[in-house]
């Protein structure tokens, strides 16, 4: 089976600018998870989609938005970027309901200028 | 709010050794806990999930225990060798979120030959 898949794996901006990152769960898997990861926060739950619809939401402004599609495919907006935007933003695929294991993509490298 | 704390300082130790990792969390009751793995610019690798009514678990040279009163788990890699040197992170589901997470800031291991 395929891994989880994300695009594009690097990603230089700058500020004011929006970005779209992909992700390609595994097959079969319904529910899709973004974080943002960076040195000094950490792994931060940013918003988890499953059956296309926004189940759990973290602690991020509006800037940050997501969608997922029949296919189960994702993607994350981020609008008006800052410069704290910048991560390594992961994505992570399981199976859906009950306690699941997550699996993770390489992951995007955001940079803002 | 939830809390979730890793020792922050690098463990070396030396291959052939057991190596112990700490997770402690508070103001929680998880349903369950899991064990990922993370090389540097790669994405985390689940290892194992462990629910509130089990005390231990094991999977080849990996055991995690699960103290809900203590309100800690601990990650144990028996017989170590230099290619499990990581970043261990910790991370527990969310209240009211299946796959919502929350990680710990992970513990750098260093096994040496």
């Known amino acids: 089976k395929a891994g989880v898949t994300q695009t594009p794996r690097y990603l230089i901006k700058t500020r004011g600018q929006q970005v779209t990152l992909s992700c390609s769960p595994i097959s079969g898997h319904r529910s899709v998870s973004w974080y943002q990861q960076t040195p000094g926060q950490g792994l931060q739950f940013l918003f988890e989609y499953f059956s296309e619809t926004q189940r759990n939401k973290g602690n991020f402004p509006g800037r940050f938005s997501g969608r997922q599609f029949s296919n189960s495919r994702s993607e994350m907006n981020v609008s008006t970027l800052e410069l704290g935007d910048s991560a390594l933003y992961l994505c992570a695929s399981s199976v859906g309901q009950g306690y699941n294991e997550q699996f993770f993509g390489p992951g995007t490298r955001l940079t803002v200028l | 709010s939830q809390k979730i704390e890793q020792n922050s300082e690098a463990l070396n130790i030396q291959e052939g050794k057991t190596a112990t990792l700490t997770c402690n969390y508070t103001n929680y009751s998880p349903a369950y806990l899991q064990w990922y793995r993370q090389d540097p610019g790669r994405g985390p690798v689940f290892l194992l999930l462990?629910?509130?009514?089990?005390k231990e678990k094991r999977k080849e040279r990996l055991k995690v225990t699960f103290d809900t009163t203590l309100k800690q788990s601990l990650f144990h890699i028996t017989a170590s060798q230099p290619a499990d040197s990581a970043t261990y992170l910790c991370?527990?589901?969310?209240?009211?979120?299946?796959?919502?997470?929350?990680f710990g800031a992970g513990t750098r291991l260093a096994v040496h030959p």
């Open positions: 462990i629910r509130e009514n089990e």
């Open positions: 991370a527990l589901p969310i209240s009211g979120g299946y796959n919502k997470l929350i």
